[in-house]
Structure formats: structure tokens, C-alpha cells
């Protein structure tokens, strides 16, 4: 069992940044693709960013792409999202997740959750 704990999460202004962090104790972090997703109330959960076991390989929904950048810290079993020019509309819990292959763009195919973190951005 793969235990994920988000932080990082918090209020920000329009057009300002934050860097949320998913971390794990768990040894074998590096056998593992990350995945950034969120959920707004009242909407699905959407795909916000994922990157593979080497970190060599990225993807990115296109409601964030240029803005958000995924990286990872395997020495720190670590996954983090750095979130610039954010705009109300990212407004949602964001959750990281892990996947034992390669990485994916679907939430169903990821095997672990964390418990998510807020992220709120004021007009």
C-alpha cells in the first residue's frame, strides 16, 4: 500500500504561483508514474498533469499547459506541481495519484490517491 500525502495547498491571487508536493515514505517511489488530477465542486476530476517513473516523460491537460510544470524527487520520494499564472478557474482540490506502469492521463488507472489539498485563487 502506497501512502500519498499532498501539501502546498492554500489561497492565491490571480496571476500569482504555488507548488503543491506529494510525498511518500514509501521505498519504492521510483518504480512509480505520478499524476497530478482535480476536482472542482460540482465537476468531474480532471487530468491536470503526469510524469513517469524516469521523469523523462510529461503530460499535461490543456487547460494548464505552459502555465504548470510536474517534476520529481525520487532522493525525496516527491512529486510536485509548480502552478504559475493561476486563474480562478483552478480553483479545486487537487490530488496526486500513482500508477505501477508507465503514466496515464485517466484517473482509472492509477492505483494510489492521496487525500488532496485545497488550492483556492481569488479574483
Known amino acids: 500500500q502506497v501512502q500519498l500525502v499532498e501539501s502546498g495547498g492554500g489561497v492565491a491571487q490571480a496571476g500569482g504561483s504555488l507548488r503543491l508536493s506529494c510525498a511518500t515514505s514509501?521505498?519504492?517511489?521510483?518504480?512509480?508514474?505520478m499524476g497530478w488530477f482535480r476536482q472542482a465542486p460540482g465537476k468531474e476530476r480532471e487530468f491536470v498533469a503526469a510524469?513517469?517513473?524516469?521523469?523523462?516523460?510529461?503530460s499535461y491537460g490543456d487547460s494548464v499547459k505552459g502555465r504548470f510544470t510536474i517534476s520529481r524527487d525520487d532522493a525525496k520520494n516527491t512529486v510536485y506541481l509548480r502552478m504559475n499564472s493561476l486563474k480562478p478557474d483552478d480553483t479545486a482540490v487537487y490530488y496526486c495519484?500513482?500508477?505501477?506502469?508507465?503514466?496515464?492521463?485517466?484517473?482509472?488507472?492509477?492505483?494510489?490517491w492521496g487525500q488532496g489539498t485545497q488550492v483556492i485563487v481569488s479574483s
Open positions: 510524469i513517469n517513473r524516469f521523469g523523462a516523460g510529461t
Open positions: 514509501e521505498g519504492t517511489f521510483s518504480r512509480y508514474g
Open positions: 495519484a500513482a500508477v505501477s506502469s508507465g503514466y496515464s492521463t485517466y484517473a482509472d488507472n492509477y492505483n494510489y
